[in-house]
Nanobody
Framework: QLRLVESGGGLVQPGESLRLSCVVP????IGWFRQAPGKEREGVSC????????FLADSVKGRFTSYRDNAKNTVYLEMNSLKPEDTAVYFC?????????????????????WGQGTQVTVSS
């Protein structure tokens, strides 16, 4: 059974950076989703199985990037210039087949394999 393991969350000040990691054995399309208190889960970034296609939500373009090292079975979400509104629990999710990475990110309640989530808090 596929199991995703996330790490890298924490408490940072506005403007600082964090890198989240998601260990995923195998070649899966990976989505990063986040859910803030009282808000619906939203897609942040999705990357295809070989890293050739990456989607970023408008709210994080220019600040976040996603990439993968398949030799290490790890997908990363690099988050720079963090803002208080980025505060949320971040989840990675895997799916073997998606039409496009943009489609994957648009379906925040998809039937994916989900990681356990990691808390990111941006506060001064």
């Amino acid at each position: 059974q596929l199991r995703l393991v996330e790490s890298g969350g924490g408490l940072v000040q506005p403007g600082e950076s964090l890198r989240l990691s998601c260990v995923v054995p195998g070649y899966y399309n990976i989505g990063w989703f986040r859910q803030a208190p009282g808000k619906e889960r939203e897609g942040v970034s999705c990357i295809d199985s070989n890293g050739g296609s990456v989607f970023l939500a408008d709210s994080v373009k220019g600040r976040f990037t996603s990439y993968r090292d398949n030799a290490k079975n790890t997908v990363y979400l690099e988050m720079n210039s963090l803002k208080p509104e980025d505060t949320a629990v971040y989840f990675c999710a895997a799916d073997a087949h998606v039409p496009t990475v943009q489609h994957m990110c648009s379906i925040a309640s998809g039937n994916y394999v989900w990681g356990q989530g990691t808390q990111v808090t941006v506060s001064s």
